[in-house]
């Protein structure tokens, strides 16, 4: 079983326009919108070629509730954490020159009590036929240094962890 831990998804909301001119009027040619997040990407990644994985991480407010409807309807199951607060949006602006600007929001806080439910579900999956895989930014609240303390404790249960590009 895969596991995808993604601790800080996101609204992935693509726009193209012609140029863009900082403190000027933009006019956009297209507008998309999707789940997104590096562990969700990992998931869909999964997903396209066939294989099956259980998405998870923390995900609050609309924008985590149509994140979780864009992945049933995708076929992907997911078990998340909700929590106080919006699950982000990353905006980026597509130039016709090919040039990319990126708008990163920051996300929700994530108290205690909801880092120490979402370990507890990762340690109901942890067994040695169980790969998690963690990839993507640490949302504020939760020890930069997560990614390892969850590694050695789900080694210590037998499953196997890969870290991805953060």
């Not at 985590?64 to 909700?82: H, M, N, Q, R, S």
């Not at 790969?131 to 240094?145: A, Q």
Request: charged share 25%; net charge negative; glycine share 12%.
């Amino acid at each position: 079983m895969i596991i995808t831990v993604c601790m800080n998804p996101a609204i992935d909301k693509t726009v193209e326009i012609d140029r863009l001119i900082p403190g000027g009027l933009n006019r956009i040619k297209k507008v998309e919108y999707d789940a997104g997040g590096k562990g969700i990407n990992v998931s869909k990644t999964i997903h396209e070629l066939g294989g099956t994985s259980i998405a998870t991480g923390f995900l609050g407010g609309n924008a985590g509730k149509t994140i979780e409807a864009v992945l049933k309807e995708k076929g992907i199951p997911c078990d998340f954490v909700y929590v106080d607060g919006e699950t982000r949006t990353n905006t980026k602006v597509f130039e016709s020159t090919g040039e990319v600007t990126e708008l990163n929001e920051p996300g929700a806080v994530i108290s205690e009590e909801k880092l120490q439910e979402l370990i507890r579900k990762l340690e109901g999956y942890a067994n040695e036929e169980t790969l998690f895989v963690f990839s993507g930014s640490i949302p504020k609240g939760v020890d930069k240094e997560i990614y390892g303390k969850l590694t050695e404790l789900l080694h210590k249960k037998g499953a196997t962890v890969l870290l991805g590009w953060i």
